[in-house]
């Protein structure tokens, strides 16, 4: 695998961690659950 | 708020309030309560006062009330699947809509649009949403819609996340690099009380049912590309 490759499986990779870390902060503050 | 009186122990009363909940067997105590098992998660059922504006009220369904009604759990699992989501519609939409724009609900004819990253399935009101996992014909029918094979994220009791496996191998995510994200999610996202799984699941469109996902080759295939 290419270096180019690499970087944009890693790259994708990490977006989509970082969609779900804001997905459920914004759960948190949108939804009062009880 | 005026909460109507119901009487518990008449089945024909409470049948219609009567919900599912997923929950994880080894944070939650089941054995006094009859449940249903979905792989190595189970199903538990409440019976739901009110769900409004984000405030639940419910009871628990035990063993005893099991009893009382004479009924069986296949009998309540089947009848819980049809109040279910009479009264707490199912949602399927895009993750980043949900976040940044204007979800709309492909269960309910809207065309799907691929939006290139995972979707959410949960319910109108986000509360105990994960328990669309206990509806093999939701599962069945979310695949459908996506034309694909799909991960099942369920990390909250909430919601599940769902990654269509063509967006997964175009991310050359595999389950394993799932697991990890979802165990970061849990760890600094998630309220203890609402985390549901740190495992990663799928569903495949050809068997059918609900499975703890295994390491394929398409991430091998992802990178070769």
Redesign the interface.
């Known amino acids: 695998m290419s270096d180019k490759r690499k970087t944009e499986l890693a790259e994708a990779a990490a977006n989509q961690k970082e969609r779900m870390l804001a997905y459920y902060n914004a759960m948190k503050k949108k939804v009062v659950r009880k | 708020m005026v909460v109507e009186k119901v009487s518990l122990v008449d089945y024909q009363i409470v049948k219609d309030r009567i919900v599912t909940k997923v929950v994880n067997p080894k944070t939650t105590q089941i054995m006094d309560r009859p449940h249903t098992f979905v792989n190595d998660l189970a199903v538990v059922y409440d019976i739901e006062m009110f769900n409004t504006n984000?405030?639940?009220a419910s009871m628990i369904v035990n063993n005893q009330l099991l009893s009382q009604w004479n009924i069986s759990v296949e009998e309540l699992h089947a009848n819980a699947l049809v109040s279910t989501p009479q009264r707490n519609a199912y949602v399927l939409s895009n993750?980043?809509d949900?976040?940044w724009g204007d979800p709309v609900n492909f269960l309910e004819g809207h065309d799907y649009v691929n939006g290139g990253?995972?979707l959410?399935a949960s319910n109108e009101?986000?509360?105990f949403g994960a328990n669309i996992l206990a509806d093999n014909m939701m599962m069945d029918k979310i695949s459908q819609i996506i034309n694909d094979d799909m991960y099942i994220i369920p990390?909250?009791v909430?919601?599940l996340?769902i990654?269509p496996k063509e967006n997964a191998k175009?991310?050359?995510?595999g389950p394993k690099?799932l697991e990890a994200?979802v165990r970061?999610?849990n760890a600094?996202?998630?309220?203890p009380h609402?985390r549901l799984s740190n495992k990663v699941y799928e569903y495949n469109r050809n068997e059918k049912e609900v499975s703890i996902a295994k390491e394929t080759n398409e991430k091998v295939k992802?990178?070769?590309?």
């Open positions: 984000g405030t639940r993750m980043d949900e976040l990253s995972m959410v009101n986000k509360i990390s909250s909430h919601e996340l990654l175009d991310f050359g995510l690099d994200m970061e999610v600094t996202q998630v309220e609402e992802a990178m070769e590309r």
